[in-house]
Every structure is written in structure tokens, then in C-alpha cells.
């Protein structure tokens, strides 16, 4: 190896040095993650997981039965999607659906 290699390959060793992820806990693989955009508001970042499907389902449901054709539309479209493993897919549906209840509602 070239002498001149040496002090990289230390720098580089350093650098990668506690660079691995820690390991996923068993039985708990949703992790909430909360950052600062330019707002004072957190940006909430939730991995895709059924359960989170669900959470999106009860609160669209909390508006009541009597849904918007759209609103239901992309609320029907989400949970199939999310029962069939389509998860982040349902996600964005359940989420659109949120959207356009909110804006109808004035929420």
C-alpha cells in the first residue's frame, strides 16, 4: 500500500465509525419521527404500517357516515389497498381523503 494511502484510510475509518443503524426492537417496527421545518409546526414522518392504515381509517371515520362520494371513494380505495399489502399506496389514499374531508368540513 502506497504511504501516502495510510492517512485516508484512517480518516475514512473514523468517519464510518458508528455509521451503522441501531438495530429494530422486535415487535415494535413503527417509529415516529418528529422534525422542524421553517414553521413552528413538527413534520410527523410514520413508517408504513397497517396499523397506521387503521389510525387513518378511525379518524376519517370519527367525521361521521355521511362522507363525500370523493372522500368515501378514496377511503374505500386506502383500506384495500392497505388489507391487501399495499400499504404505502392505501396511505396516500387515506390521506387524500383526509385532505378533502378537511377542506369540505373546515376543519
Not at 417509529?31 to 413538527?42: E, F, H
Amino acid at each position: 500500500m502506497h504511504p501516502a494511502m495510510t492517512p485516508a484510510i484512517v480518516v475514512m475509518s473514523f468517519c464510518l465509525c458508528g455509521a451503522s443503524p441501531a438495530p429494530a426492537e422486535p415487535g415494535n417496527m413503527a417509529r415516529v419521527i418528529t422534525a422542524r421545518d421553517g414553521a413552528d409546526k413538527p413534520v410527523i414522518i410514520t413508517s408504513d404500517t397497517k396499523a397506521y392504515c387503521n389510525r387513518l381509517l378511525n379518524i376519517i371515520d370519527a367525521y361521521g357516515p355521511a362522507l363525500p362520494q370523493d372522500v368515501d371513494s378514496l377511503r374505500m380505495q386506502g383500506e384495500d389497498m392497505c388489507r391487501i399489502g399495499r400499504i404505502r399506496s392505501g396511505i396516500v389514499r387515506l390521506r387524500r381523503a383526509l385532505v378533502e374531508l378537511k377542506e369540505t368540513t373546515h376543519s
